[in-house]
């Protein structure tokens, strides 16, 4: 008995390790493994700090008394780096502090080398600056001051946003509200001449975008005048590039380099809505305008005007000079000029395309409006005329089709359904609706020869004011709708309301209940003002003001419904219920809406499309 005893004691033992050893293979992490003792670590204070800011450094968990070295090197290539030599105390901790560098340099790597073991850290540069902090690479500007200040300031400013994007690779867009940012931060009286973006103009160092609350709104200036700008406005170097949206660059004045208003460094230059307005270079320099050496030009509904390149013979380029690849599309390049050639346009190397661009009255010695000096230059639908000083064209132009010259310079004749010799009729540069500026295809006391004449074929399906392409601009109906040469369209048609309707369910309303009405165009209206529908509901009509939508084609129109209002079906009062109380109601052409309604109750109507009871 004894032995039996023994031996179920010792199946039960043998039995409970097993279950323990299959619950422990069931159960992950069910094991207790002695701790392991943590490696040594180093961290900064801060994980970003400004240029020249002191970074403290804290060690843990070495030895007592163990040497440590701390490398901080420059992760983006500037050749900085700092070297240091420490010793933990008793407890295994040590601290050290150290000055970066005046510099932007982004990102920093630590490495801690200890007797036995390794420590790495990181942390950045400078991803805020001054009032500017990042978010998802957007940074907003929100003072019109020409401040730098690495820390403090009342803001960020547009100079302070560009150094926070230039500090390292990665594209940033400034999004650069309505105002006028006046570039004026100069040192020792000189503004020019370094490309740190300290001052003078704004240095564009990595790839950057812009985008400003339209060309009328936002304004870019290196000055309060054409003659006392401190430098150029923007200069995008070897290692950035820039996209600029919706602005004005203006009054840029540089004396010692070419580009009065933007200068590219062989670097891709993308302007879009944009003016370039009222820049000068001088003594020699080239592009009054725009001065674009070896990089990729793309201009798109633009106007660059009354810039120089002036002083000597030798300026040439007043609006634009270009050695590179560029592409113009519904841009108006007029009023500018140069002492040298090319008042408008220069041209002395690769592939320069036009399309739907109207270049006239500018004026130089030789090529008034285009010099071709090398390169190719091909155009398109496009006007060159009226300029002054000399023919309108030196060097060859490629016409690839449907040109119009005002004179014979630029060898057009009639082939490829071009006119030479011929009045393009144009008004005066001005604001013709759109973002930006432009000369309007006159019909009197002649029609201007542009108007019908384009080719429809890889033409732009808007005009630079964003009219809506082709239109019939000759009223002659044959053919219906042909594209008008040049960066304007002709458009005589007057927007007309085609539908009443509410986006409220059919039912009964009662005091109190608002109801929205949308009153549709044949085409994106702009309102100006607050236009007025009254409504039929019973004996008092009520007058119902205008809420929203302009910039589009449907306006909306909100109505409360008041004591003593009722209309077993509610409509407006008649064909004429919509009134301009003072306001405008216009197509992107500027041309006045209609005002005129469908008949209550007849198709289109607010009573037609629904059943409203106003009770």
């Known amino acids: ?30 094991e207790v493994f002695p701790a392991l003792t943590p490696g040594p670590t180093i961290v900064s204070d801060k994980d970003d700090y400004a240029p020249s800011e002191l970074v403290t450094l804290t060690g843990s968990g070495w030895a007592a008394d163990e040497a440590v070295h701390i490398y901080v090197n420059d992760d983006e290539g500037q050749t900085w780096s700092h070297a240091a030599d420490v010793v933990a105390d008793v407890g295994g901790a040590f601290t050290y502090a150290f000055e970066l560098p005046w510099w932007f340099v982004a990102r920093y790597s630590v490495t801690a080398t200890g007797t036995l073991a390794t420590a ?14 990042p978010v998802s690479n957007v940074l907003t500007v929100t003072i019109e001051a020409d401040e730098f200040a690495a820390s403090g300031g009342t803001g960020c400013s547009l100079r302070e946003a560009i150094r926070a994007a230039n500090q390292d690779s990665t594209a940033d867009t400034i999004v650069l509200p309505a105002g006028t940012y006046t570039v004026n931060r100069i040192v020792s009286g000189s503004g020019a001449g370094e490309d740190s973006n300290e001052r003078g103009d704004l240095d564009v160092l990595q790839p950057l975008t812009i985008t400003g609350g339209g060309a009328r709104a936002t304004v870019i200036q290196a000055g309060t005048t054409s003659a006392n700008g401190i430098d150029r406005v923007l200069h995008v170097t070897s290692s950035g590039s820039l996209t600029l949206n919706d602005a004005t660059v203006r009054f840029g004045r540089n004396t010692s380099a070419s580009g009065g208003g933007i200068r590219s460094d062989g670097r891709p230059l993308t302007l879009t809505n944009v003016t370039v307005a009222d820049n000068t270079v001088t003594d020699g320099n080239d592009g009054g305008g725009i001065y674009n050496s070896g990089g990729v030009l793309t201009i798109t509904g633009t106007t660059i005007s009354g810039n120089t390149a002036g002083s000597n013979s030798s300026s040439d380029g007043g609006g634009v000079y270009t050695t590179h690849n560029a592409t113009l599309t519904n841009v108006t390049l007029t009023s500018n000029s140069a002492t040298g050639s090319g008042g408008g346009f220069r041209t002395d190397g690769g592939t320069s395309t036009f399309t739907n661009v109207t270049i006239s009255h500018n004026s130089a010695p030789t090529g008034s409006n285009i010099r071709r000096d090398s390169g190719t230059l091909n155009l398109r639908n496009t006007i060159v005329s009226d300029g002054s000083g000399s023919a309108n064209c030196s060097g060859t132009v490629g016409n690839t089709t449907n040109n119009l010259d005002s004179g014979s310079s630029c060898a057009f004749g009639s082939s490829n359904g071009s006119q030479s010799s011929v009045n393009a009729n144009l008004g005066a540069l001005q604001d013709n609706g759109g973002p930006t500026d432009t000369r309007a295809l006159q019909t009197t006391p002649t029609l201007s020869a542009a108007i019908d004449s384009g080719t429809n074929s890889s033409a732009p399906t808007l005009d630079q004011r964003a009219v ?12 219906a709708a042909v594209h008008d040469i040049g960066a ?44 007025q529908l009254t409504l039929e509901t019973g004996t008092t009509d009520a007058v119902v003001n205008y809420s929203s939508g302009s910039g589009t084609t449907t306006l909306t129109f909100n109505y409360t419904v008041a004591a003593g209002h009722n209309s077993a079906d509610l409509d407006y009062a008649s064909a ?21 309604l469908p008949e209550p109750g007849a198709a289109g109507s607010l009573g037609a499309n629904k059943a409203l009871v106003v009770d």
Request: aromatic residues 6%; contains cysteine; proline residues 4%.
């Open 1 to 30: 008995r004894s032995f039996i005893f023994i031996l179920v004691l010792t199946l039960a033992a043998a039995l409970m390790m097993s279950g323990k050893a299959i619950a422990n293979e069931g159960e992950l992490g069910a």
């Open 120 to 133: 790495t850290t990181t942390f950045t540069d400078a991803v805020s600056f001054g009032g500017c902090t």
């Open 468 to 479: 809506l392409r082709p239109q019939d601009g000759d009223g002659a109906g044959t053919p």
């Open 488 to 531: 304007y369209e002709l458009d005589v048609t007057p927007p007309t309301v085609t539908n009443v309707t509410s986006s409220k369910t059919n039912g009964a309303y009662a005091i109190g209940e608002l109801i929205a009405i949308q009153m549709t165009f044949s085409e994106k209206v702009t309102v100006t003002g607050t236009p």
């Open 576 to 596: 004429s219920a919509l009134a301009l109380n003072g306001g405008t109601i216009k197509d992107t052409a500027t041309n006045n809406a209609v005002l005129t």
